[in-house]
């Protein structure tokens, strides 16, 4: 059975919007305000997690974004990113962006259930901030890995929304990268 595995960048107030400050957002290009350091040892973490993974579930917008920053790219990374099988959640793409990609076109919890029955081992998402809200809001999370830029934006949209109930999670793991960024992993804690 697969794990679903949410690995995001965040900042210390939980904004995920425009980390590359590609939209416009006024506090967008966080992502890249860290040391040579901070960025050398997040892309070691991120090429271990892709290491890890057995597929990855994405959401279109985020299979738009990543399918044409490595699609053509060369390296051990990218080419472990470009082979993985990739699931990319949407009720209006017909093609996706990347290599190796099926649309999962239907009811979202559904696909997803069935996925997590089809995979063996990690299914990581990246980014793809609503489609963690549903994730989330069903219960069909697993793991969350979040790596934690030093920065209070104080606005902008946040990993976590309102849910229907209190979600419990349980530390696996913290550890320093770089710097100044800071790995954290957790557990979803399910209901006995």
């Known amino acids: 059975m697969g794990k ?64 044409t920053r490595w699609t053509g790219r060369g390296g051990e990374w990218a080419d472990r990113l470009n082979s993985l099988p990739k699931y990319v959640v949407s009720s209006t793409l017909i093609d996706p962006e990347w290599s190796n990609s099926t649309v999962l076109g239907g009811d979202v919890v559904n696909e997803v259930s069935k996925l997590k029955q089809a995979v063996d081992g990690q299914i990581v998402v990246y980014a793809s901030r609503q489609l963690v809200h549903t994730l989330m809001e069903h219960d069909l999370v697993d793991e969350l890995r979040l790596m934690v830029y030093p920065f209070v934006l104080g606005a902008g949209e946040r990993l976590f929304g309102e849910t229907s109930d209190k979600k419990s999670i349980r530390p696996l793991n913290t550890r320093t990268v770089g710097d100044s960024l800071v790995h954290l992993t957790y557990e979803i804690v399910r209901d006995a």
């Not at 919007?17 to 006024?26: A, C, I, S």
């Not at 901070?38 to 892309?43: G, H, Q, S």
């Not at 070691?44 to 597929?55: D, N, Q, R, W, Y």
């Open 4 to 67: 679903i595995v949410i690995s995001e960048n965040v900042s210390l107030d939980g904004v995920v919007q425009d980390p590359t400050g590609e939209e416009g957002f006024r506090h967008g290009g966080w992502f890249s305000q860290v040391g040579d350091k901070d960025r050398e040892e997040w892309a070691a973490v991120e090429f271990e997690e892709a290491l890890g993974a057995e597929a990855l579930l994405l959401g279109r917008r985020s299979d738009e974004y990543f399918g």
